[in-house]
């Protein structure tokens, strides 16, 4: 493969901050077009190899190494160079797991296999990472993501962004920083590079089901995984480890895996709510879990215009994930996954729709935030999902509490800080059990 050579630490930094200049100048001079007199031929212009990204991932879990797979699947000329976790066999087995399908893509040496609690300051502090994917539990979020900015690199952060308002406080002034430095962040809301949700929300701002006044979204499952305690691990290392099931770590579900339901809602409605009011319970989690099983909040939107919402994580149930948008002059569904999304007219019937591509959305985020990087204008956008992850903070803090929370207390007002500090893998941890409303209190 031919890389375009590159200087190397801080000027390497500062050419992938502004996207590659050379490559821009070669391509506008190309398009010049000199005299030809008659007779004469013109050879065509050799064209200029892209960049070289080199990739360094932190979190190297399920969603870690399909998050890597699909950056290197859709991107040319990126390299994955360094790979940490908290699990000390976790970084071996994904090099080689991911050099089977990406031979070329994937020079990761021994001394770039980083494990343990700080594995991921090392990759911050490899001068041959550019680009750093943050997989980690969400709780690490906030913190992980503001380093990398402030270490120069570019970032993919999954969601959510944040699981509390202080995290959520952090993701803000990551945001203008990174806007400030010229430096990338895309979120794994993948939602918002799918074709189906992109072309429906378009037809619905345009009007083509007039005013909106209520939407339903759900995310019901059928459970979700639970890690038993191996002998020996501390209480910081077993949650760590069991991450789910923590709301320091996960925020529960509707923070961790419901956010991208309620995402989509907020980029309907163009911005966050005003207020939450709702309720759920637990039937079927472990003793130790902290999550609850079931939510049903309703958001309350700017506009007098409401979203009634629901997830659930309950075995032999029945699952279901799309969105209703009800409006003045018809109707949309928005399918999750690869379903088909519609747009309705009053009377019921179908007027137009189109299939989903999960698969081609995970990818196109990174592909986005690639050629972002590359073409000096790096997408910033971790504001957005940071209000959705709010959003559902919001949603759960209602139930857990039975009242009312509103945005603006949780944005200005509120003390509430889940991360433990200082933090230490071998800390013990207290069991602080589950939420039960009346009982726990809004802070």
């Known amino acids: 493969m031919n890389h375009q050579p590159l200087p190397t630490t801080t000027s390497r930094r500062a050419f992938l901050r502004t996207g590659s200049a050379a490559t821009a100048g070669i391509a506008a001079a190309s398009m010049i077009v000199p005299a030809v007199h008659a007779g004469e031929q013109t050879q065509p212009a050799t064209p200029q190899p892209e960049p070289l990204i080199r990739i360094g991932l932190v979190g190297a879990g399920g969603r ?8 290197l699947s859709i991107n040319e000329n990126v390299k994955l160079v360094a790979i940490a976790d908290m699990n000390s066999k976790t970084p071996e087995n994904v090099r080689k797991s991911l050099a089977m399908r990406h031979m070329e893509k994937v020079d990761v040496p021994d001394k770039n296999l980083y494990t343990g609690l700080d594995s ?22 906030p913190t992980y993501v503001a380093e990398a900015v402030d270490a120069g690199k570019h970032v993919f952060a999954e969601k959510p962004t944040c699981v509390d308002p202080a995290g959520f406080r952090l993701c803000l002034e990551t945001h203008a920083k990174a806007e ?4 990338a962040i895309v979120t794994g809301t993948q939602y918002r590079r799918q074709t189906s949700f992109i072309e429906t929300m378009k037809r619905i701002h345009e009007g083509e089901i007039g005013d909106v006044i209520a939407a339903t979204t759900r995310y019901c499952s059928n459970g979700i995984w639970y890690k038993q305690r191996p002998e020996g691990m501390s209480d910081t290392e077993y949650q760590i480890h069991n991450w789910m099931h923590f709301i320091w770590l996960s925020g529960d579900q509707i923070v961790e895996q419901a956010v991208h339901n309620i995402d989509a809602m907020n980029w309907l409605m163009g911005g966050p709510p005003e207020r939450a009011y709702g309720s759920g319970g637990r039937f079927t989690r472990p003793d130790d879990s902290e999550m ?23 075995p032999d149930t029945q699952s279901s994930n799309d969105s209703y948008v009800y409006g003045s002059e018809g109707s949309a569904k928005i399918a999750s996954f690869s379903g088909t999304c519609e747009i309705r007219d009053k009377a019921g019937n179908v007027t137009w729709s189109i299939k989903g591509d999960i698969s ?3 990818q196109q985020e990174h592909r986005e935030l690639v050629d972002s990087i590359r073409a000096g204008t790096p997408i910033v956008e971790l504001r957005q999902t940071a209000e959705s992850s709010l959003t559902a903070v919001m949603g759960r803090l209602a139930a857990y509490t039975g009242s009312e929370v509103k945005w603006d207390f949780l944005t200005e007002k509120s003390t509430l800080d889940t991360f433990p500090k200082p933090l230490h893998v071998d800390d013990p941890r207290p069991e602080t059990g589950y939420a039960i409303p009346g009982t726990t209190k809004l802070v």
Do not use: K
């Open 120 to 141: 991921y300051r090392r990759v911050l502090d490899n001068p041959d990472v550019d680009l750093v994917l943050m997989t980690t539990p969400p709780g690490f979020r």
């Open 292 to 314: 609850w099983d079931n939510m049903e909040i309703d958001f309350h939107y700017p506009g007098n215009r409401l979203v009634s919402f629901q997830c659930r994580q309950i």
């Open 180 to 183: 400030a430095n010229g430096t």
């Open 360 to 362: 081609a959305a995970y």
């Open 64 to 71: 870690g190494s399909g998050a890597i797979n699909d950056s």
